[in-house]
């Protein structure tokens, strides 16, 4: 397989203090379910790719986590860029895949899709990479649950109609079920399966 040039050359300018840096924002924001981090990294990922997404991923995918691209993200130089950077091998299906990569999020597959985890094994659940244009902590969803002192809000688009909805079952589901990172740009919030969700 022959990896473009481009693709090759757009991972971190400073792979271990960049890498370092995904990481920390990713756990704050895991820990503090919707409080927006703003992650201070030099990457050109290619099209369709937010420099948050890619930093997630070259920071936590590698040859043991398979990797899902919907269909919006699944071209040769986004494949590219995330085989040469991670070594992920790209899952075919949604439920094969340790992460998945959302570009287009309106037509996202049913978080069910995804695999879900065991109640022995919550850590074999996928965690969604879901890309928007829109990310903001005034008005939108009212969020409660660990990390949370009381309520904290959080507003995300274009994400499908029927989210919430799927999001409570997904809450239901703890200590299996799926968890999201919504990301715009560089920044990023966390949605993890222990978050419950109001309108």
């Known amino acids: 397989m022959t990896v473009s040039t481009a693709a090759a050359a757009a991972g971190f300018a400073d792979p271990v203090h960049d890498a370092q840096a995904a990481f920390r924002g990713l756990l704050d924001a895991m820990a503090r379910p919707g409080q927006i981090a703003e992650l ?7 099209s369709p790719l937010h420099v948050a997404s890619a930093a997630v991923l070259l920071a936590l995918a590698d040859f043991d ?22 070594g992920c091998l790209v899952a075919a299906e949604p439920a094969q895949a340790a992460f998945a990569l959302i570009a287009d ?42 990390g949370i002192e009381t309520t904290t809000s959080l507003k995300a688009a274009p994400l499908p109609a029927d989210l919430v909805g799927q999001l409570g079952a997904n809450h239901q589901r703890y200590p299996r079920g799926v968890d999201l990172v919504l990301t715009s740009g560089q920044r990023l919030a966390a949605l993890p399966r222990s978050t419950r969700i109001g309108g």
């Open 40 to 46: 201070d990294v030099d990457l050109a990922p290619p």
């Open 105 to 146: 999020p309106a037509a996202m597959p049913p978080l069910t899709a995804f695999a879900q985890g065991t109640d022995d094994y919550p850590d074999r659940a996928a965690t969604l990479v879901v890309q928007v244009c829109d990310l903001a902590v005034d008005g939108g969803w009212q969020l409660r649950g660990p």
């Open 65 to 86: 986590t398979p990797l899902w691209l919907d269909p919006a993200a699944a071209g040769d130089e986004v494949t590219d860029f995330l085989r040469f950077h991670c």
